[in-house]
């Protein structure tokens, strides 16, 4: 991976999880205490994403067609969590119970990469909608934003007590 592209912790934190480890917190990666309930939480955001917009006929063409690309963006993402096991359904397989730590290493890194991902989306989003400098959002793509934006927040700020690091 390139260090000059990408985030140096988020970097150093997925070659620390590529290593081979005896204990799961060896090496002091700080994993969620809940990734899978973060994950679930992105899911939900994605499969909220505001598609009926795109249906709008009061919207210009080019508009109409910058939110359906984002719509699309956010069923590849969709996918794309699926194919990597972190569905709903595959979720629920893990069960109610605490994760083990093995699991909660793997499953970490995950919900930060597609915490990143939701906020690139809205960020394209907000781009593609071209507000003007005094200019408003409707109503239902601003409290999809608003989501994704206290979503990632909450990941990415994660205080000690969310977070479990080694000793």
Do not use: C
């Amino acid at each position: 991976m390139n260090k000059h592209r990408y985030d140096e912790a988020l970097v150093e934190s997925v070659m620390q999880n590529l290593e081979p480890q005896t204990e799961p917190q060896s090496k002091g990666v700080a994993v969620m205490a809940d990734p899978v309930g973060r994950l679930l939480e992105i899911d939900a955001t994605l499969s909220d994403w505001p598609i009926d917009m795109t249906q709008w006929t009061v919207l210009s063409a080019p508009r109409q067609a910058s939110l359906a690309a984002a719509a699309e963006q956010s069923a590849q993402l969709r996918r794309t969590l699926a194919n990597v096991g972190v569905a709903p359904q595959q979720l629920a397989q893990l069960g109610g119970d605490a994760l083990d730590e093995f699991l909660q290493l793997e499953l970490t890194p995950l919900a930060q990469e597609a915490a990143w991902q939701l906020r690139t989306l809205a960020r394209q989003a907000k781009r593609r909608w071209h507000v003007e400098p005094d200019g408003t959002y409707p109503d239902n793509l601003q409290a999809w934003l608003d989501r994704v934006d206290a979503l990632a927040a909450n990941i990415n700020s994660m205080t000690p007590a969310q977070l479990r690091g080694s000793e």
